[in-house]
């Protein structure tokens, strides 16, 4: 079946280094979203990338969508506390549109 | 606060035992998804759910059944409950049927003992 396949599982950073997590679909996506859950917290919407190649900012986190809409990236420039948690990504199953597939996340873990 | 709500926060029960689960989506958004999340693991969807009929059905097992009322809440039954159900259940709400945004509750932890 279709699968959104997220790497790394943890991510152990200094304060300041920067994170990346990584999505890859076996299928092509419509769109690709991303999603930030504090520990004992409930999932946050974080952007939706529709367009082929697009990119988006918000402050120091950088989203980009592949060319062949099959995989996703999220960078954070400079980490801080505050960006600690598991990042999701998610995109719509091909055929019927009506629910997402979700990757298994990204822990971002800030060593101290 | 994501406008979702969810109830009970926690709940503590035995093996074999019934729960139910509730929500409450957000102001005008019509379809209401449950996800299942066991500990640092990811989220397992269950069941969406579009102005009171069933739109989608994931891993959800027999055990377990949904439905969404006419005033939009939706209820998450839980039977014959098994130590492996223990988890977290969250509540995600859309304004639409496709996969836009999804606002989700702050969840139901379960703990069956």
């Known amino acids: 079946g279709q699968q959104v396949m997220q790497i790394p599982q943890y991510q152990h950073v200094q304060e300041g280094e920067d994170f990346t997590t990584y999505c890859n679909s076996s299928?092509?996506?419509?769109?690709i979203q991303w999603y930030k859950q504090r520990p004992g917290g409930h999932p946050v919407f974080l952007i939706q990338l529709v367009k082929s190649g697009e990119v988006k900012k918000q402050k120091r986190l950088t989203f980009q969508f592949g060319e062949a809409k099959k995989n996703s990236s999220l960078h954070i420039t400079a980490t801080q506390t505050t960006d600690v948690g598991t990042y999701f990504c998610a995109g719509p199953e091909k055929d019927s549109n009506y629910q997402l597939i979700w990757g298994a996340g990204t822990k971002l873990i800030i060593k101290p | 606060d994501s406008g979702v709500t969810q109830t009970p926060k926690h709940l503590i029960t035995a093996t074999g035992q019934r729960v139910t689960l509730r929500c409450s989506p957000r102001s005008g958004d019509l379809s209401v998804y449950w996800y299942q999340q066991s500990l640092d693991q990811g989220l397992q969807f269950l069941i969406q759910?579009?102005?009171?009929?069933?739109?989608a059905k994931g891993n959800i097992l027999e055990r377990f059944s949904a439905q969404q009322f006419p005033d939009l809440h939706s209820e998450l039954n839980l039977s014959s409950l098994e130590l492996g159900d223990s988890a977290l259940y969250f509540c995600?709400?859309?304004?639409?049927?496709?996969?836009?945004?999804?606002?989700f509750g702050e969840g139901s932890r379960l703990t069956v003992l």
């Open positions: 759910y579009y102005n009171g009929e069933e739109r």
């Open positions: 299928t092509t996506l419509s769109n």
């Open positions: 995600a709400s859309s304004s639409g049927t496709n996969t836009g945004e999804l606002f």
